[in-house]
Structure formats: C-alpha cells, structure tokens
C-alpha cells in the first residue's frame, strides 16, 4: 500500500504515465483479488490528486504459465509477460504464441523474453546467463506476435548479481567488478527488429556506497556487486 501510494502521488503530481508490476509471488502473497481492488483504487486516488485522465498500466512480471497470464488478463490487467526462456525454443514460441492468442482478444500486450538471465528475482532463477541470439528474434517476434521482447545481454537478477569468478577484481580498491555488458548483442538485435520495443531486466542496482552501509550497520554482503 505504502509503494502504490507514492508512485501515485509521484506520478499524479507530474502527470506521468506509470506501470505497476506485480510479480507471480507478489500476487501469491498479497492476493490477486486485493492486488485488483487495490490497482482500481489506485485510479481513483489518482483523480483524487487532481490527474483527470490517469494514465495508469498494471503489468505481470514473469508470468511462468498460460494459466497465470490467462488469470491477469481475466482480471483486468494492462499487460502481463510470459517468460518461456528457460524452455526449449520452439516450445518458448508456442507457449507465448498461446498467451499473445488470448491476451490479444482483450487488448492487452504481451512481453516474451528470449535468453536467459542469470540470477534470483521472486521465484525466477538461473545458474547461467544465455545471451540473446540475434539471429532468432525475427522469427520468435514474427511467430509468436508479441509486443515486447525481453533479452538477456549480461543484465542479472537479484541481490548477488554476479559470482566471485564472473567479476575482476579493482587492484585499488579490492572491490569486485562485474563484466561487461553486451552491448554488441543488443546492436544486433536492434538492426534485426529496428524500433521493437526491448525491455532489460535486471539493469537496476543497489548503489555501492548504500553495500558498504549494510555492511558498516552489520550486514553481511562482502562481495555484493552492482550491476551497469
């Protein structure tokens, strides 16, 4: 509650469009019926504020399964995401195929991801990163009928972004740092789908002076490392 009111306050006082995110856990733990109401409300608090036309969009954020994605849409979400990527290609097709195919009978968009992230956020989790190969994501976006893609380009999820043995380590400093992004992969990937809209997820980080102040305060987070 606390979160949606300031995004709303935030977002009304600058006439902001926004996107609330709910994960498959948020959902699980706060309730999809609450979670719902407490979206509605979140409009009308917004014309509360004095922001006539609310520009307000409620997202599923790695969605795991056409039986969630299909409960989103049901209840009245904007967009959700069906993240496939850990399956084999062609099943990643026809499992977003299957969503975008419902989602789209009641104008909601639909964000696939193709590559695999590396890392823990909510109940998502891989050992290992797979870049995103250019040459596929034509013909996943052309097959499947998404609006968006996710892609993996070295971004990871979660707290521990990257292993010890993934970093370099400062020879000043001693402090842990992390490979570098791929950049050269996401060029290729917009010279094949020029003006697709990419989304990145993991590329937000916990600032390393806000690690040493755990740390300082009696955390326990040595070789925590922030991600570009």
Same mark, same amino acid.
Request: charged share 20%; proline share 6%.
């Given at each position: 509650?606390?979160?949606?009111? =300031?995004?709303?306050?935030a977002?009304?006082?600058?006439?902001?469009?926004?996107?609330?995110q709910?994960?498959?856990? =948020?959902r699980?733990y706060?309730?999809?019926?609450?979670?719902r109401?407490?979206?509605?409300?979140?409009?009308?608090?917004?014309?509360?504020?004095?922001? *006539?036309h609310?520009?307000?969009c409620l997202?599923?954020?790695h969605g795991?399964?056409?039986?969630?994605?299909?409960?989103?849409? +049901?209840?009245?979400?904007?967009?959700v995401?069906?993240? =496939?990527?850990?399956?084999?290609?062609e099943?990643?097709?026809?499992? %977003?195929?299957?969503?975008v195919?419902?989602?789209?009978?009641?104008?909601?968009?639909?964000?696939? *991801?193709?590559g695999?992230?590396?890392?823990?956020e909510?109940?998502?989790?891989?050992?290992?990163?797979?870049?995103?190969?250019?040459e596929? @994501?034509v013909?996943?976006?052309?097959?499947?009928?998404?609006?968006?893609l996710?892609?993996s380009?070295g %971004?990871?999820?979660?707290?521990?972004?990257?292993?010890p043995e993934?970093?370099t380590?400062d020879?000043?400093?001693?402090?842990?740092?992390?490979?570098?992004?791929?950049?050269?992969?996401?060029? =290729?990937?917009?010279?094949?789908?020029?003006?697709?809209?990419?989304?990145l997820?993991?590329?937000?980080? @916990?600032?390393q002076?806000?690690? +040493?102040?755990?740390?300082?305060?009696g955390?326990?987070?040595?070789?925590a490392?922030?991600?570009?």
């Amino acid at each position: 509650m606390e979160q949606l009111q =300031a995004i709303i306050k935030a977002s009304a006082e600058t006439k902001s469009p926004v996107i609330l995110q709910v994960s498959k856990g =948020a959902r699980n733990y706060a309730n999809q019926t609450l979670l719902r109401y407490m979206a509605q409300g979140a409009v009308e608090y917004a014309k509360e504020l004095g922001w *006539e036309h609310p520009q307000i969009c409620l997202h599923l954020d790695h969605g795991d399964s056409f039986e969630l994605c299909k409960s989103c849409v +049901d209840f009245g979400f904007s967009s959700v995401m069906i993240d =496939a990527s850990s399956l084999p290609y062609e099943e990643n097709i026809a499992l %977003t195929k299957k969503v975008v195919e419902y989602a789209h009978q009641y104008d909601v968009t639909v964000e696939a *991801e193709l590559g695999v992230l590396a890392g823990v956020e909510d109940e998502v989790s891989s050992a290992v990163s797979h870049y995103t190969k250019p040459e596929e @994501v034509v013909d996943f976006a052309t097959r499947t009928g998404c609006d968006s893609l996710a892609i993996s380009i070295g %971004t990871s999820h979660g707290a521990y972004k990257f292993t010890p043995e993934q970093c370099t380590r400062d020879p000043k400093t001693g402090r842990l740092v992390p490979p570098p992004l791929a950049f050269d992969v996401l060029d =290729a990937i917009m010279e094949q789908l020029p003006g697709f809209p990419i989304v990145l997820h993991g590329s937000s980080s @916990v600032p390393q002076e806000y690690v +040493d102040m755990i740390n300082q305060y009696g955390g326990k987070l040595p070789d925590a490392v922030g991600c570009s």
